[in-house]
């Protein structure tokens, strides 16, 4: 295995709260020249592509940092269970957010959320033989709403952009790729009773 192209020679935290933690690196590169990193370490999410093999299910909510409601797959982690697997996780997000329970979920991926920045990931996962539920959204999710979509009317909010959320975006690459691998865009198997 060959020498990491950065090393990092000191480390301290300048900032966390129970979502995250903020640190600045300083770092050595192969070269010998010395660089500063912030690096914002957050823990993994799960989101969860509901199909039922004609709408997908998002939820909208106000996003702060953007001042603005946006649609999105649902997403989230379970901050007050750290060791939770990512299934447990997309299981209970989606039931939280859209009160919706899955037949079977399967993993389409895992991705990087903003590498430059952050070490979190996001688990992706497709969710089909849907039945309808109770939603129980967290405080910190008030005024949040879900709804069912074509395909069609997802790419209308995504060039409208009502759909903004770069890991719903991938997510959509994702599900392209595993239905494609499927048979075309025969997507049958993913017929729920929802």
Known sequence: ?????LRCIDSRVVYRNRWMTVREDR????????????????PDFSLIVPFDGERFHLVQQYRYPVDGRFWEFPQGSLE?????????VATAEL??????????????????QAYGYSNQGVHVFLANGLQAGEASPEAEEHGMISGAF?????????????????????????????????????????????
């Open 27 to 42: 770092v050595r590169r192969i070269s010998g020249e010395d660089g500063l990193f912030g690096i914002v370490d957050k």
């Open 80 to 88: 007050g269970e750290p060791d939770a697997s990512p299934e447990q």
């Open 1 to 5: 295995m060959s020498e990491p192209e």
């Open 95 to 112: 039931q939280e957010e859209t009160g919706i329970l899955a037949g079977k979920l399967e993993p389409l991926g895992r991705l990087f």
């Open 150 to 194: 074509t395909r069609r009317e997802c790419e209308a909010m995504i060039d409208g952009g009502s759909i903004a959320d770069l890991a719903t975006l991938a997510a959509f690459h994702l599900f392209d790729r595993h239905a494609r691998r499927w048979g075309g865009d025969n997507v049958a198997g993913l017929q729920t009773t929802l």
